[in-house]
């Protein structure tokens, strides 16, 4: 079981709202900052988020992260049939010295 | 645009050494304050983090599988590399190699990886 827990899948309609949790602790994500990374299945996986809430060039806005305490969020907005994907959160543990991601989250279009 | 390519066999026996190659193109193994990483991801799971590599050889390993591995550079040929050895059919995965960037604030460790390669199966069968 992974240190950083997510839920193994969210749904909703098109155009409709998800939030995806990423709950850890405060050697992971309590101490440092979390990214979100997408994942379609035979692709890379692409970065979506980092410093918890920042985009890079690229990222759609529909696409927002934030954090607070030992936990993350990530939030998509209007979404898309082409969101269907895989997402993964991140961070650095100082406990453990190495990079842990979570679980993983698969986003379903109804 | 720096672009990541993994390279290696695709089918290791048991107890044999996987030994996979990252090639990069687009920039240097030696810019920059950038680890060089391995990832992988068992079929139905979820991503693993290997351990990474800085240009100047210093290296972090994941703690459960840090007894296996070694991550080396090759800067004349601007490429990394992974071994571990005595594989299992757990060791079975997609492979990925990606650029990490890592800064440190007084808010903590900024980590996160970008670009990746397209990642390259590795089966570990007889």
């Known amino acids: 079981q992974s240190v950083v827990t997510q839920p193994p899948s969210v749904s909703a309609a098109p155009g409709q709202q998800v939030s995806i949790s990423c709950s850890g602790s405060g050697s992971n994500i309590g101490k440092n900052f979390v990214s979100w990374y997408q994942h379609f299945p035979g692709a890379a996986p692409k970065l979506l988020i980092y410093?918890?809430?920042k985009r890079p060039s690229g990222t759609s806005d529909r696409f927002s992260g934030s954090k607070s305490g030992t936990s993350a969020t990530l939030a998509i907005t209007g979404l898309q049939i082409g969101d269907e994907a895989d997402y993964y959160c991140?961070?650095?543990?100082?406990?453990?010295?190495?990079?842990?991601f979570g679980d993983g989250t698969k986003v379903t279009v109804l | 645009q720096v672009l990541l390519q993994e390279s290696g066999p695709g089918l290791v026996k048991p107890s044999q050494t996987l030994s996979l190659k990252c090639s990069i193109s687009?920039?240097?193994?030696?810019?920059?304050?950038?680890?060089w990483t391995w990832i992988r991801q068992p079929a139905g799971g979820a991503l693993e983090w290997v351990g990474r590599?800085?240009?100047?050889?210093?290296?972090t390993y994941n703690p459960s599988l840090k007894s296996r591995v070694t991550i080396l550079v090759d800067t004349s040929n601007n490429q990394f590399s992974l071994e571990l050895t005595s594989v299992t059919a757990a060791d079975t995965a997609v492979y990925y190699c990606a650029r990490a960037e890592v800064t440190y604030s007084g808010d903590g460790v900024h980590y996160h990886f970008d670009p990746w390669g397209q990642g390259t199966q590795v089966t570990v069968s007889s």
């Open positions: 590599i800085y240009s100047g050889g210093s290296t």
């Open positions: 687009g920039g240097s193994i030696n810019s920059g304050t950038f680890y």
């Open positions: 410093d918890n809430h």
């Open positions: 991140g961070s650095w543990d100082s406990s453990l010295i190495a990079y842990v």
